[in-house]
């Protein structure tokens, strides 16, 4: 940490509240702000907007963020928290972006997990950076009701999608795009991207049974969230939002199931602007999704390896003359299903169902169509 001292600035409590007398059991008096050796996640705060305003002043939002978190009680002992503080604003866009990803980097090579409070959304790139700095593949996600694949000048906030995704060499190994809204989407580009094998999930299908989602942020990689994803009504700060989107505690259920995925590496919050916030509600609702992916790290503890056989009970099922095995944890009740290949992947209990009607669960399918 000390090697980034000159990139980052460091959270000076008097900032936040001028009482900052906190009780034992609030996360203000329990995260660490000199040191992350002993954290589990690292916050970090990062306010450049220039990749979606050129001249954009920088932001202090994840500030007003931390007002709202220190805040809340800390009922998750087992995991440990450290505050970063801010990255710098660089004399340039792509400075920022650079001492962003060192810092990342270096939360990534300590084995610790980053919560990035941004900024707007390129800064989702940086995320991506990390294992191309590393040459690994990773799985990615988004929430977002805009799919930014425009094509511009130089990668801002509508068009980095398109370098994330098609840049040589490439190491998204598979990508999920959640509540989108049709409306907003241009068909062909989804027609293009079904082909690549990428799996889009509506905005309506995603409220319909957001259970469904928990698989896919289970074996992801890094979870970027654009905060328009979220409806007007429940983040005010969205001025470029929509009347419809996710609701605070359907935003609130996603960053769970991040938190308790064993792969999941990075959380990126972006496009909040604290200047645009009525009474602080959208922090208020940002500081919430922490706080959920918070007690997601915990779950993620306490889950069993698919290798403790006497944790999971094993179901053997025949579809379609497909014979295969579903495993439910004991602990969490979560599911895995096993491919032609004898790789588990995650799944749902609507996966297992529907393999029991003798139907091919459509999550099965796009896995093995993956792998072929």
């Not at 005010?236 to 359907?250: A, H, V």
């Not at 379609?320 to 095995?325: A, H, L, R, S």
């Not at 495993?327 to 979560?334: A, G």
Request: include cysteine.
């Amino acid at each position: 940490m000390q090697d980034l001292i000159s990139f980052l600035e460091p959270v000076v409590l008097t900032d936040i509240s001028e009482d900052t007398t906190y009780t034992p059991l609030q996360l203000g008096a329990n995260i660490q702000f000199d040191s992350w050796d002993e954290a589990d996640l690292v916050l970090v705060g990062c306010g450049e907007w220039r990749g979606a305003h050129a001249g954009a002043s920088y932001s202090n939002s994840a500030l007003q963020v931390r007002k709202e978190l220190y805040k809340m009680y800390y009922w998750h002992n087992g995991v440990k928290i450290a505050d970063a503080g801010d990255v710098k604003q660089g004399a340039t866009l792509d400075d920022t972006r650079a001492a962003l990803l060192m810092v990342l980097n270096e939360i990534n090579n300590s084995k610790k997990i980053a919560i990035i409070i941004g900024g707007s959304h390129d800064l989702t790139m940086q995320q991506y950076e990390v294992y191309k700095t590393l040459q690994q593949n990773l799985i990615a996600s988004i929430a977002d009701i805009y799919i930014d694949l425009d094509e511009a000048e130089g990668m801002n906030a509508n068009s980095f999608l398109l370098d994330m995704l098609t840049e040589t060499p490439n190491f998204i190994l598979h990508y999920n795009h959640i509540a989108f809204q049709s409306y907003y989407a241009h068909p062909k580009m989804l027609e293009t991207l079904d082909k690549l094998r990428f799996d889009f999930y509506r905005l309506g299908k995603v409220r319909e049974n957001i259970e469904e989602m928990e698989p896919v942020l289970r074996s992801s990689t890094i979870f970027s969230i654009d905060m328009p994803v979220v409806r007007y009504c429940d983040a005010p700060s969205n001025k470029d939002g929509s009347p419809n989107g996710l609701t605070g505690e359907e935003i609130c259920q996603l960053t769970r199931y991040a938190g308790m995925s064993d792969t999941l590496t990075s959380l990126g919050i972006f496009g909040y602007n604290e200047k645009d916030d009525r009474n602080h509600m959208t922090a208020r609702l940002i500081a919430q999704m922490i706080w959920y992916f918070i007690d997601g790290c915990l779950v993620r503890k306490t889950e069993a390896k698919l290798t403790e056989h006497d944790e999971f009970i094993m179901l053997s099922v025949v579809f379609t003359e497909i014979e295969t095995v579903f495993l439910k944890s004991k602990r969490t009740n979560r599911w895995w299903m096993r491919l032609p290949n004898s790789s588990y992947v995650p799944c749902s209990y609507n996966d297992y169902l529907t393999a029991c009607r003798n139907d091919i669960p459509e999550r099965w399918l796009r896995e093995q169509e993956r792998l072929s």
